[in-house]
């Protein structure tokens, strides 16, 4: 069983403030690795597929990149409405998907 | 406008059952394998369960293995999830969701189950 790991588990930031969350895979996952944004009583959303694709809609201030155990989420410059939890998620052993446990960016 | 919309939670003792539903629209549903996720208060997310197009490859997390029945309607456009013998860690916001380049791209807004006597 693959287990992801994120780190921190809170960054505290200012907006403007680049944000880098890290994920790490307990196996190699390839580039099976997405990551999502969820605010507080919403569903989440997909950003990244494929550890570096952006999701329809998302902007180019949010950026993946890694392969095999070790990925990164970049957000160049936060803006007020990136301020949320962010989880990972991969699918190497299909058909399970699994997520970490989060990284929550909150606002220094 | 590509959307899912579930429906079917509620409150429900120790033991029982109940039966979600998501709906889907704005997109051809019975091209897209589809999912089951939930979410604890205060908790991430777990995947539930997923189910092959036609219906004939599900899958369930070990948490729900044997106790909860994932289907699907095309004509109808509409995914269901049975939900039998229900425990008290079985009280989360339950999402619907659809798959595409292994990830999860299409989410519902959730439904809310509550497990309590």
């Known amino acids: 069983e693959v287990v992801l790991t994120q780190s921190p588990a809170t960054l505290s930031l200012s907006p403007g403030e680049r944000a880098t969350l890290s994920c790490r895979a307990s196996?190699?996952?390839?580039?099976?690795l997405g990551w999502y944004q969820q605010k507080p009583g919403q569903a989440p959303r997909l950003l990244i597929f494929?550890?570096?694709n952006r999701a329809t809609g998302v902007p180019a201030r949010v950026s993946g990149s890694g392969s095999g155990t070790d990925f990164t989420l970049t957000i160049s410059s936060l803006e007020p409405e990136d301020f949320a939890v962010y989880y990972c998620q991969q699918r190497s052993n299909w058909p399970i998907f699994t997520f970490g446990p989060g990284t929550r960016v909150d606002i220094k | 406008e590509v959307q899912l919309v579930e429906s079917g939670g509620g409150l429900v003792q120790p033991g029982g059952s109940l039966r979600l539903s998501c709906t889907a629209s704005?997109?051809?549903?019975?091209?897209?394998?589809m999912s089951w996720v939930r979410q604890a208060p205060g908790k991430g997310l777990e995947w539930v369960a997923n189910?092959?197009?036609?219906?004939?490859?599900?899958h369930y997390g070990d948490s729900v293995k044997g106790r909860f029945t994932i289907s699907r309607d095309n004509a109808k456009n509409s995914l269901y999830l049975q939900m039998n013998y229900l425990r008290a860690e079985d009280t989360a916001v339950y999402y619907c969701a659809r798959e595409d380049h292994e990830t999860l791209d299409v989410w519902g807004q959730g439904t809310t189950v509550t497990v309590s006597s």
């Open positions: 189910i092959k197009i036609d219906e004939i490859e599900k």
């Open positions: 196996q190699n996952v390839g580039r099976y």
């Open positions: 494929e550890a570096s």
């Open positions: 704005g997109f051809t549903f019975s091209s897209y394998w």
